[in-house]
């Protein structure tokens, strides 16, 4: 819709978002800017914005105390092993629901969605028992499984969103060349619709990333991923602020450095494909 | 080879019978075309006998063989979309060539195929082009040129021309026609426009809600239709219907006449009318005369220019060896 749009109406909106976009991204700068100051100057009544002792000394602590490498290779395996495992089992599940819909396809789609309202705690106990009685318990494999669980709903419903947006008759001319199932989905969905897939996997690994539930109360020491080694600095004895926000710092770096770079693609998963 | 039989086949889509029982033999190397309105259920038809739809009863056999249950991708069979349905992420090479890569021909032999295929279709200098930057009618020969490649038992072409402009539209039925004669491979051809069925078609059926209408040549369906439906529909302009107290005179409650089979007359004749709206077309002018006692305007063929105006009388008088005769039904009385 073309819409002359006046100068003063651009500024108010303009200004209106920054406003917001600084807001938001306030708490995530006064942690990193606490992470560079001393234990005492970072819990000082007024708080500092400037003029204290800049110090990479919490980094080092930190890196001392615990394996920060180890924690990172675990959030890593773990995000990126349950977002590669969810699109395996999405892209066919969404295959049928957008191109062989049945009658409760839309029904089915809203109940899975529906299990995203469910809180995580409520199966907590079940869940747990069943990681005791398969040795899942502190493992990367258990915690893949259940993340990716958690997120099909929602791998399933971008790819449906997407897949929805490609015209059937191209995959009908594929099966009129002579492609079986296989090859439909591998040489000519899976290629058209990379844009939509990017993004489903990106929002996932963020998703997958920050999951602090099921990691928290899953893991202990061998699978613990970042949010695991955020936690154990947010301890009640002593002065830990800026350690703990050193901790933090590095565990959004990766993926706040990953979200920069990828923009576009996570807008475009974020709209749901609503945006054409 | 490509004989295609089809032995009540039926179609329904829920409760909805979209095509009851119907037979239809379609013989090696023939053109054959389904046309009919909108919604006749000729798309449907093409859709059974590629296999991207399940019949609901009845069998389809290729060359002999029950192909009922076979997968498309195992009919041998090629398909051109009216959308081209081309691959956006392939360039015309690769497009071209998927059907081949699917039947796992060895690198050469693709390229070999590939390339001969685009010089028939003039399309070898895109042939490293993604389909987003051609024209339609180029997209049209590489929809072509992706069926072809792999020497199928048959053709189906559902609508292929419709979205291509007028004049690319008669340009691509003549090259289509040309690869018909040059292949000698069954086409079966669905379209809405009777125009493609008369100038293409070896046989053309017209369908109606799914019933087979008619099954004939060109000229038959032209000279003979069987009904008043094909009467109706075959020809351009249409056939004069004409019923009432003028048709009785005829021996028939319904009498047909072709617009080139009236002839006109400043004196005397059978019908007294005046001259309406009239379409001059260089080699031809065809005159809507409205007739005493007949309510549809008369389209009446006359060649080249003659000198009539709009509001002039005049007489109109039918040849009575291109009389068509129906009955109460709407059959055609031998």
């Known amino acids: 819709m073309a819409r002359a749009v006046s100068t003063r109406r651009k500024i108010a909106m303009t200004t209106l978002a920054w406003i917001v976009g600084l807001v938001i991204f306030f708490p995530i700068f006064w942690t990193i800017l606490t992470s560079f100051k001393t234990e005492a100057q970072a819990i000082n009544n007024p708080p500092l914005f400037w003029g204290f002792d800049f110090t990479l000394e919490n980094y080092a602590v930190v890196q001392e105390r615990s394996d920060y490498m180890r924690y990172l290779w675990n959030s890593v395996i773990i995000a990126g092993g349950s977002t590669i495992l969810g699109v395996l089992v999405a892209v066919p599940a969404a295959w049928s629901m957008a191109f062989v819909p049945s009658r409760r396809t839309k029904d089915i789609l809203l109940w899975m969605l529906s299990t995203k309202m469910l809180p995580a705690v409520g199966v907590l106990y079940p869940i747990s028992l069943i990681f005791v009685e398969f040795n899942l318990l502190d493992t990367r494999g258990g915690l893949i499984l259940v993340l990716m669980l958690i997120n099909l709903p929602i791998i399933v419903w971008m790819l449906y969103t997407y897949f929805r947006e490609i015209p059937v008759d191209i995959l009908e001319a594929a099966r009129m060349d002579g492609a079986g199932l296989r090859e439909e989905i591998l040489y000519v969905l899976t290629p058209m619709a990379i844009p939509g897939i990017a993004s489903t996997v990106l929002l996932n690994v963020i998703l997958a990333w920050n999951e602090a539930f099921w990691t928290l109360n899953l893991t202990a020491a061998t699978a613990a991923p970042l949010t695991a080694f955020i936690a154990s600095y947010s301890s009640p004895e002593g002065l830990f602020y800026a350690k703990l926000s050193a901790a933090s710092t590095m565990a959004i770096a990766p993926i706040l450095i990953l979200g920069w770079f990828s923009q576009k693609q996570l807008v475009r998963g974020l709209t749901f494909g609503a945006v054409k | ?334």
């Not at chain 2, 081949?100 to 021909?105: N, P, T």
Request: net charge negative; with cysteine.
């Open chain 2, 1 to 334: 080879m490509g004989r295609i039989t089809l032995d009540k086949v039926a179609k329904s889509f829920g409760d909805v019978e979209v095509i009851p029982p119907l037979d239809l033999t379609i013989e090696d190397g023939e053109f054959v075309v389904f046309v009919g309105p909108s919604g006749c259920g000729k798309s449907t038809l093409l859709r059974l006998i590629a296999g991207l739809e399940d019949v609901s009863s009845g069998e389809i056999r290729i060359d002999g063989e029950d192909a009922t249950s076979v997968p498309p991708a195992k009919r041998g069979l090629a398909m051109v979309f009216q959308s081209y349905a081309l691959y956006p992420h392939m360039s015309v090479r690769k497009n071209i060539a998927f059907p081949l890569r699917m039947a796992k021909l060895d690198a050469a032999e693709q390229s070999r195929r590939v390339e001969a295929a685009a010089d028939v279709l003039n399309l070898t200098e895109y042939l490293d082009r993604r389909p987003g930057q051609l024209s339609g009618g180029q997209r049209q020969r590489v929809a072509i040129g992706r069926a072809i490649v792999r020497e199928p038992a048959a053709f189906l072409f559902d609508e292929p021309l419709s979205n291509l402009d007028a004049a690319l539209r008669v340009g691509m039925r003549l090259e289509i026609s040309e690869l018909h004669k040059r292949l000698e491979t069954t086409m079966i051809y669905v379209t809405h426009d009777q125009v493609e069925a008369m100038t293409m078609a070896d046989k053309i059926v017209v369908l109606r809600a799914g019933n087979i209408e008619q099954v004939g040549s060109p000229l038959e369906l032209y000279r003979e239709p069987r009904n008043l439906f094909v009467a109706g529909f075959i020809g351009s302009p249409k056939m004069n219907l004409i019923g009432g107290e003028i048709a009785e005179k005829h021996g028939a409650p319904t009498i047909g006449i072709r617009p080139e089979h009236v002839t006109v007359s400043n004196e005397a004749g059978e019908w007294h009318g005046t001259v309406g709206v009239s379409e001059h077309l260089g080699s031809d002018t065809f005159f809507h005369v409205t007739c005493d006692g007949i309510e549809e305007p008369v389209t009446v063929r006359v060649g080249g220019e003659v000198d009539l105006h709009y509001g002039d009388k005049v007489w109109l008088s039918p040849d009575p060896d291109h009389l068509h005769r129906f009955d109460k039904a709407g059959l055609r009385i031998a």
